[in-house]
């Protein structure tokens, strides 16, 4: 009998112990898919796109990659927020699925420090290929996501 008042109180004073249940991480969001893709996503891709490869003009051939450090730690920045941004993505009130939305947006995460890599190696040509396979990251989001009248490149326009 004594035994199991002992374990009675034992198993009271754990009771006591134990941790508060976990409460939510407190989020407050800035705006919807929409406003992310155009004040955050976008301008910072569009950042990565302007600085790889090359454009022909008038007077020739001309590199667009970053030609000072300042240069190339402003396209590690923008590369840096285009990961982040998949986890913006993957946020409850943004996130369209836990599925082909989820992947997409670890994806997006995954270019994206690629690309902040290269640039921290200011390395060119690993540039202009992560660029590409961005651009691919966009697409094949869009491609599924986007409903009637917004389904429409908007990397060209
Ligand atoms: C995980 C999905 C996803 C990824 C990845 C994604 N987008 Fe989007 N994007 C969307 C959806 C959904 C919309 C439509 C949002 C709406 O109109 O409600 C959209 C819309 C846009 C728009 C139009 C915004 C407007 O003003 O109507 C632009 C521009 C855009 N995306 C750029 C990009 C670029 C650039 C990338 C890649 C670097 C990208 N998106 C990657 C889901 C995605």
Redesign the pocket.
Known sequence: MRLVCFLTVVLLLGGCTQPEKSKPIPFKTTG???HT??WV??PA??HIWDSAGSVITAEGVEELAPTTDEGWLAVQHSAVV?AETGNL?LMPSRA?DDQD?QE??LG?IDVGMRAAKAAEAKDADALFEVGGQ??R??VS??TQ??QGD?KRD??T?
């Open positions: 919807d898919v929409k893709m155009q996503l976008d891709a569009d285009v993505l369209r939305w997409i947006a997006l961005l651009y990251v966009c989001c869009h996501y986007m917004e908007p990397l326009e």
